[in-house]
């Protein structure tokens, strides 16, 4: 090494969670994930680890989902 080069730490490994993403009888296509320029392809119906930032973007991916169904209720309940 020379003296004007520097070192750079490796990065502390990430924390990992176990993940299952239920199949679809609508759609069996693998889940993309994507946060901070790095990508995921999910298999639907098979428990995977990741990284923890991909177990919250699915997280939030399924409360807007569930607010839309949420949503979709009420107004349709009312027309």
Request: aromatic content about 6%; proline content about 9%.
């Amino acid at each position: 090494m020379k003296d004007n080069e520097t070192t750079r730490p490796f990065p502390a490994p990430e924390k990992t969670v176990k993940v299952r993403i239920p199949p679809d009888r609508k759609d069996n296509s693998p889940v993309f994930v994507s946060v901070n320029d790095r990508t995921w392809l999910i298999r639907r119906g098979e428990t995977v680890e990741v990284p923890e930032c991909v177990a919250e973007v699915l997280e939030h991916a399924e409360q807007a989902e569930n607010e839309v169904y949420a949503y979709q209720a009420k107004v349709g309940a009312s027309l």
